[in-house]
Structures are given as structure tokens and as C-alpha cells.
């Protein structure tokens, strides 16, 4: 089992990056897929893509990331990958209606992002679940709602 006790930088580091490039041509790049959710946990067990077992064990100070190097030899890299997330797009009619979703967002506390005047709820539960709290404001046409599945990783 390999033991993981410190993140040693990004993908996207200048100094990391030719070497994992070169690794990844070789096939020698493993994945430690994750959902956004658990980037947060800093003790856990896991494999890998490759079916590598795995033991995280993160200082209070570290958190996991997309591009997260956990692992990099001359034969071997070791990269976390967050899963594509599934999001609902809601659309208001004008202004109004979207001081009512954007109400019920923050009160039932939804994760959400912002696309223009548009806004996009994190589907972390069973879609339908989301989609009943605002059935009023969808029914009477004040928001369209429409699922986005596996959009806007990162």
C-alpha cells in the first residue's frame, strides 16, 4: 500500500510539468479519482485507476486538489482527478425571480456557481430533490430549470 502524508505541488507547476508529461507518454501516470466533495478529507483509504491501494493521511495545512500531485518518481506519478460534476442550470425570468432562487439557494444551502444571469446548482442528491423545493417558481415559469450532467469540472 502506498502511503501519502504531503501533496508535492500541481500539475500545472513549471517544475512538475515537463517531468509528468514525459511520464504520462510512457503510461506511467496513475489517478486518484475523486468526487469534489472529498477533496476535503484529509484521511481516507482509496485505489487508484490503475488498482493501486492507497492510504492518504494529509497535514491540517494541505488540502487535496484537481492536478494534486501525490507521488512522482523517474518511472512513476501519482495525480488526483476530480470527477466531472453534475449541475442544474437555472434561468430567471427577470429580476425578481431570481431574487427568489437565488433566496431558496442560499437557505437550503446549495453549492452554486454563476453563469451570467444564471445559476448553477451543484446536484449532489437525487436531481428531483432540488428541482421540488423550487417546483413553484419552475411551475409558474419564473425559472427554468435544465440538468447539465458531468459539466463544468474544475
Not at 496513475?30 to 469534489?36: E, I, M, N, S, V
Not at 494529509?58 to 449541475?87: C, H, I, P, S, Y
Not at 423545493?133 to 409558474?140: G, N, Q, V
Amino acid at each position: 500500500m502506498l502511503k501519502i502524508d504531503h501533496i508535492i505541488g500541481s500539475v500545472s507547476d513549471a517544475a512538475l510539468h515537463d517531468r509528468i508529461h514525459d511520464l504520462e507518454h510512457a503510461h506511467a501516470v496513475d489517478f486518484l479519482l475523486l468526487a469534489r466533495q472529498d477533496l476535503s478529507r484529509r484521511r481516507f483509504r482509496s485505489s487508484t485507476e490503475k488498482g493501486s491501494d492507497i492510504a492518504i493521511s494529509l497535514a491540517r495545512d494541505e488540502q487535496l486538489f484537481d492536478g494534486a500531485v501525490l507521488m512522482l518518481d523517474q518511472t512513476n506519478a501519482l495525480v488526483v482527478k476530480v470527477e466531472a460534476e453534475d449541475w442544474l442550470r437555472l434561468t430567471p425570468r427577470d429580476q425578481s425571480s431570481a431574487l427568489q432562487v437565488g433566496f431558496h439557494a442560499g437557505n437550503l444551502h446549495w453549492r452554486v456557481r454563476f453563469d451570467g444571469d444564471d445559476l448553477l446548482v451543484a446536484v449532489e442528491r437525487e436531481l428531483q430533490s432540488y428541482t421540488d423545493r423550487i417546483e413553484t417558481l419552475i411551475k409558474d415559469g419564473s425559472v427554468k430549470a435544465h440538468f447539465e450532467r458531468g459539466a463544468m469540472n474544475g
